[in-house]
């Protein structure tokens, strides 16, 4: 659940307002009604945190690092000298 905890953070709020447009949840009141609103909101913001972590969280720092500081394309070979690479000698 750790892990998750910024996703939490981030997807809540939206869940809680889609859920409150729809009319799903109750007004606000103490006891059994904070505690079905609570649940209404939790289940949906753990599953939508959880898979941001696997996809967007995931594939982000796969793309960062294809660019460089300067937002050029990484070159990965920089030792490799372009004339004998494109010439395929080795």
Known sequence: MGGLGYGVYL????????LDSLGVLAEAAPGMTFLVSAALVAVPTVLLA????RT???????????ID?????????PHVDGSRASSGRE
């Open 56 to 66: 967007i969280e995931t594939a982000g720092p796969k793309l960062l690092a294809t």
């Open 69 to 77: 500081g300067s937002g050029n394309a990484r070159d990965y070979y």
């Open 50 to 53: 959880w898979l941001s972590s």
């Open 11 to 18: 997807i809540h709020e939206p869940v809680l307002r889609l």
